[in-house]
């Protein structure tokens, strides 16, 4: 069925068509010049040293446990409300995910009293993941980190962009992830970019990036070099140009879609806000963020409760998600028993409401009108 507000809706026009015509037409489709573009405008923006374009934001925190040494016997903190690339990532590299326990109902990252508590001699790395781009809490996983001598890698793939006590997010820990898949705030279909001011890290990550060649094709065309030597066991974890051009226009329309997302969750705050039966996360944050979703939380609820309320939104065309299904209950993660209280409250009462920039304030009285109908009648 067509709903009459869908969930996301992607912000294109002619600029991503043109962009795409001329990266075909200049004949160079691959890992070239679009890409080292793309490159340097997340390093400008977000004041950082290097960043790396890859096939996705999988294979980006794949290199990420790769370059930082992650190996079998490891031990990496993750939350389990994330996207279940987070901690299969910790997988592919054989080491043992651990999960750690959201803050509150109104605060969704991860937990760092739950990360101290989880914290053994085996333990190399912690993964936040800022939840619809509202910043984890990095003074204090920080603090750990240094502490304990962890690493930080920042799943930052809702947050572009998003800011914590001046600093972009992604730009603090050791390494920063995003993703460009369709749905994110920047879309290109497919894609990513991993970001660190470690000049080893990115020397590595590229490397491993392509086959773990010496050289890249788009080098070698320059005539920068005629051959290659594989170095170490690497992969094709590459972007191309076709998606880096779309990637590039997108970026430039960041900002503007951002401070649209804002405004469309400060019309959501109007009508919400002050209801009895919600909790909207991250209320009181004031920090500039890129509002990727904009989840709510039933209060005294239950997820029959809450596929019920779903459900009419929907019979109102109106379309929502659950963000998310919790990596700990998926069938290869669910063999140890584990506890994570705040965690399943959520994942059993969360609905994630439309969000993007082309939304309008009558679409959000809409959907608000409804939603109060549909919490009346429970
Ligand atoms: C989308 C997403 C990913 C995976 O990104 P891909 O580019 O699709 O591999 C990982 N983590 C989080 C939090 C995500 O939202």
């Not at 977000?46 to 794949?62: E, F, K, M, P």
């Not at 080893?200 to 490397?207: E, I, S, V």
């Not at 969000?355 to 919490?375: A, G, P």
Request: charged share 25%.
């Amino acid at each position: 069925m067509s709903y009459k507000i869908p969930l996301f809706d992607l912000n294109f026009d002619e600029e991503e068509e043109i962009a795409v015509i001329n990266t075909l037409r200049s004949k160079w489709i691959s890992t070239g010049p679009k890409c080292e573009e793309l490159e340097q405008l997340f390093c400008s923006s977000l004041s950082v040293d290097y960043a790396l374009t890859v096939s996705s934001c999988t294979s980006g925190l794949h290199l990420a446990m790769l370059v930082l040494g992650v190996k079998e016997g490891d031990e990496v903190i993750v939350p389990s409300l994330t996207f279940a690339a987070t901690v299969n990532a910790v997988k592919y590299v054989g080491a043992t995910p651990v999960f750690a326990d959201i803050k509150s109902l109104t605060d969704l990252t991860i937990d760092p009293v739950d990360i101290k508590k989880k914290i053994t001699n085996k333990t190399k790395v912690i993964i936040p993941m800022h939840f619809g781009g509202f910043s984890s809490d990095m003074d204090s996983i920080m603090e750990l980190a240094r502490k304990y001598n962890l690493k930080v890698v920042e799943d930052s793939c809702h947050a572009p962009l998003s800011e914590y006590k001046g600093k972009k997010l992604a730009s603090i820990g050791d390494i920063g992830t995003f993703s460009f898949f369709s749905n994110k705030n920047l879309s290109t279909g497919e894609g990513g970019i991993i970001v660190t001011d470690n000049i080893d890290y990115f020397k590595k990550a590229k490397l491993l990036r392509s086959h773990g060649m010496s050289t890249m094709s788009y080098e070698r065309a320059k005539g920068h070099a005629t051959t290659y030597d594989i170095e170490h066991l690497g992969f094709n974890y590459r972007m191309d140009d076709i998606r880096a051009s779309i990637g590039v226009v997108q970026f430039k329309k960041l900002q503007f879609d951002l401070e649209k997302r804002a405004l469309v969750r400060t019309w959501y705050l109007e009508r919400l806000g002050s209801l009895s039966s919600l909790i909207i996360p991250f209320k009181d944050n004031y920090e500039f963020v890129s509002n990727y979703i904009f989840p709510i939380v039933l209060k005294d609820s239950t997820s029959q409760i809450r596929d019920k309320v779903r459900q009419r939104l929907h019979d109102f065309g109106i379309q929502t998600s659950i963000h998310y299904p919790p990596v700990h209950r998926f069938s290869i993660y669910k063999n140890e028993y584990i506890d994570l209280p705040l965690t399943d409250y959520v994942v059993n009462n969360e609905i994630t409401l439309p969000m993007y920039s082309k939304l309008e304030e009558k679409d959000i009285d809409f959907i608000s009108s409804k939603l109060k109908i549909i919490l009346n009648e429970l």
